[in-house]
């Protein structure tokens, strides 16, 4: 099914997709609006919201005896068992925290304080969260931090230049799945291997949270120690992150209530909601599946909803690269340069980075929203993408983050605003 540009959903079933997201067309004040801020914000599933506030407004507790407890403790464990399909994960431990970025501190904190080891690698293009986890540890436990860099022509890092970092004195690798400054899409199955074969029994942890909303994950070809993903950017709500986490990463010792068992890093009582919200994500996407799949069971119809979503984003990266309807495409509009921009889409999110000949990154975001699109400007003195814009030599870039439920009328419409902008721009020089 799988090609290299992409193949878009149909008319009818774009529009059934659209009816369920809030606010794809409309801003809350029904203003005509087109949000291509995904890889920051996320459009919002109706039904997730509608099963965070059905399950929040109860006010049993899941750790009693009685009916409502127990229906409680029924939606987390159906929540926890949606989030090992969304991974493919068959053991270890599922851990929600607050945010994403709170669980890998602590995934990267547990290793780092009780795995033997001199170094540890990660690359240049990670996020915060990760990147500043491990530079603290190094710190606090006398290693050396090795960074990988970025190839400047993909937007992502080489497999070579993160395992010749690698020895047998690494206590961890963390590197993300996919940029989200970039969208350039990491090698993770070829990192694992490469990196396990230099030194067997290496903890890997990644970062899936730009990556999960846009492809299959699969634990079992990728077997790392620890993974992370956001709800709120795939479909569903803020106010929690999850964290899959390998037996060996989850026994490590940890911030842990003594009661519980050695593998648990649950503090607290759970929050039901928030399970009930990932199975709402998962009920989505195997819903799209199940129109191309006659598959039952639910991780396979999730895979087959994952693999098409890819397949129509990869085909809208390609109309907002080349054109559609008439109307060019970033490649091909005066005054606009495309970043990291190369012909193998397999290798990409949908995502962009581009600059303006006449105009600064921000002043480009507010002439877009002038104009009724939402971007954001990655610049290169903001503490979320100065390390990454510096590795390409860039002092700033615009980010477009368009969504599976956005339709190629869509993309055409985002190019002809570019498009204005571009000739605006020109003329006050």
Not at 39 to 51: D, N, V, Y
Request: hydrophobic share 45%; aromatic share 8%; net charge negative.
């Amino acid at each position: 099914m799988s090609s290299s540009r992409g193949q878009l959903f149909s008319e009818s079933m774009m529009e059934e997709i659209k009816r369920r997201f809030h606010y794809v067309d409309h801003d809350v004040d029904g203003r005509s609006r087109l949000f291509f801020d995904n890889a920051g914000g996320s459009f919002r599933l109706k039904s997730a919201l509608e099963a965070f506030a059905q399950i929040d407004a109860l006010p049993d507790c899941p750790e009693r005896i009685h009916e409502r407890a127990l229906f409680l403790q029924d939606i987390q464990t159906r929540g926890e068992d949606d989030i090992r399909r969304i991974l493919n994960a068959r053991d270890g431990s599922v851990y929600l925290s607050l945010t994403a970025s709170a669980g890998m501190f602590e995934m990267v904190r547990a290793v780092m304080e009780n795995v033997p080891g001199s170094n540890a690698v990660t690359t240049i293009l990670e996020h915060p969260s990760s990147f500043d986890a491990m530079t603290l540890y190094c710190e606090r436990t006398g290693k050396t931090l090795r960074v990988a860099p970025s190839n400047a022509e993909t937007g992502g890092v080489d497999v070579d230049a993160i395992v010749s970092l690698i020895d047998d004195d690494t206590a961890l690798l963390s590197v993300m799945y996919a940029s989200n400054i970039s969208g350039a899409k990491l090698d993770i199955a070829a990192i694992v291997e490469r990196a396990r074969a230099r030194k067997p029994g290496l903890f890997i942890i990644v970062d899936a949270v730009q990556h999960a909303p846009h492809a299959v994950i699969d634990l079992q070809k990728t077997p790392v120690d620890g993974i992370n993903f956001a709800p709120y950017k795939f479909f569903g709500c803020r106010g929690a992150g999850v964290a899959w986490l390998s037996k060996r990463l989850a026994e490590l010792p940890h911030h842990r209530l003594a009661a519980r068992e050695n593998s648990v890093w649950e503090l607290g009582s759970p929050a039901p909601a928030h399970f009930a919200v990932v199975s709402a994500m998962v009920n989505y996407v195997a819903w799209i599946g199940a129109q191309f799949s006659d598959a039952e069971d639910r991780r396979e119809l999730f895979v087959q909803g994952m693999q098409r979503i890819e397949e129509h984003e990869r085909a809208l990266l390609a109309l907002l690269l080349d054109g559609v309807d008439g109307q060019r495409g970033l490649r091909m509009i005066e005054g606009v340069k495309v970043f990291w921009d190369h012909d193998d889409l397999t290798r990409r999110d949908l995502i962009a980075g581009i600059g303006f000949d006449a105009l600064d990154p921000t002043a480009a975001v507010r002439a877009y929203e002038e104009r009724g699109v939402i971007v954001y400007e990655r610049i290169a003195t903001s503490l979320y993408s100065g390390r990454m814009l510096k590795s390409f030599n860039l002092a700033g870039a615009v980010r477009v983050s368009p969504l599976h439920c956005h339709s190629p009328g869509d993309i055409a419409r985002f190019l002809a605003v570019t498009e204005d902008i571009a000739s605006d721009s020109r003329r006050v020089v």
